[in-house]
């Protein structure tokens, strides 16, 4: 593995040296959410050759941080995953994707979003806090990219892919960024058509769900950014004051306390 030193004998430096090249925390990342061949990888990853990722791949393999699982068939592509030294990473990509929501700013021409990134991103919002006592299922669609999240009691099964019969579908382009930092609410959002709602069966979506839904996922204020004078710039709230959920009342009457429960989900292929 072609090491960068810094000349120190530290572990963060010896860390940066294997996860600091280009692309290694992604590929991470997306091992995180699933096993990946060679393909499923460029997939995320189209302005970047093959083979630059293909070296980033054995560097990390050298490194002992991802492993190779022979194809089953000789006509089969070899897949990829963490080691368990490698999945210890977890809390570090998570916790460093939270970090940098907090200044991700809109998506720029040049970029895009991916069903590894946004599962990620969902997973490091996650309020587990907000989530005692609740039992919901989301399928969240954002373009051509589909991902569910089951919240039981405070835990959450985030991943690719539909859920069967889910609580509230959510249909979502860049205004979902704005409604996890607060900056839109659910209401301007549904106004704007910015956010569609539909429930399992096709039909209208129940928007205090939505509520349910950016109250259990969560971006955390930016930063204060000291200006050049070396005043702190009076703070704008961007996250709306929030009244007990139990008082939002949904459109048939009915309030949050009386959301529905799931207790387990399956998903579909």
């Known amino acids: 593995m072609k090491l960068h030193a810094s000349g120190q ?15 290694a925390m992604l590929l991470i990342r997306d091992l995180f959410v699933e096993p990946k061949t060679l393909s499923g990888f460029r997939r995320g990853f189209p302005q970047t050759p093959a083979e630059v ?31 368990e030294y490698g999945a210890e990473l977890e809390e570090i990509v998570v916790s460093l994707s939270r970090w940098g929501l907090r200044t991700l700013g809109p998506l720029r021409r ?13 997973r490091a919002t996650f309020r587990p806090e907000a989530a005692r006592g609740v039992h919901m299922n989301f ?10 999240t ?3 009691d405070g835990q959450a099964d985030i991943g690719k892919g539909h859920v069967l019969n889910p609580d509230l579908i959510i249909e979502a382009g860049p205004p979902l960024q704005l409604l996890l930092t607060g900056e839109t609410s659910p209401r ?4 704007t058509a910015g956010v569609r709602l539909r429930s399992a069966d096709g039909g ?12 259990l996922f969560r971006i955390p204020p930016a930063p204060l950014r000291t200006s050049v004078d070396g005043r702190v710039p009076s703070k704008r709230a961007t996250t709306p004051s929030s009244p007990g959920l139990a008082q939002h009342v949904v459109p048939d009457g009915t309030t949050a306390e009386t959301r529905p429960r799931r ?4 998903i579909s292929e």
Not at 139 to 146: M, N, R, W, Y
Not at 204 to 215: A, Q, S, T
């Open 9 to 23: 004998h530290c572990g963060l430096a010896r860390a940066m040296e294997v996860l600091g090249e280009p692309w």
């Open 53 to 83: 990722l293909m070296t980033r791949i054995e560097e990390l393999e050298r490194a002992g941080v991802i492993q190779r699982r022979d194809p089953r068939a000789p006509t089969d592509s070899s897949v990829f995953e963490l080691t």
């Open 110 to 122: 040049d970029e895009i979003m991916t069903e590894d990134s946004l599962v990620t991103s969902l």
């Open 139 to 148: 399928v969240v669609e954002f373009g051509d990219i589909v991902v569910h």
């Open 150 to 152: 089951c919240v039981t």
């Open 188 to 191: 301007e959002a549904l106004e």
């Open 204 to 215: 209208p979506g129940n928007p205090g769900l939505l509520m349910w839904f950016v109250e």
């Open 263 to 266: 207790h387990s989900a399956s």
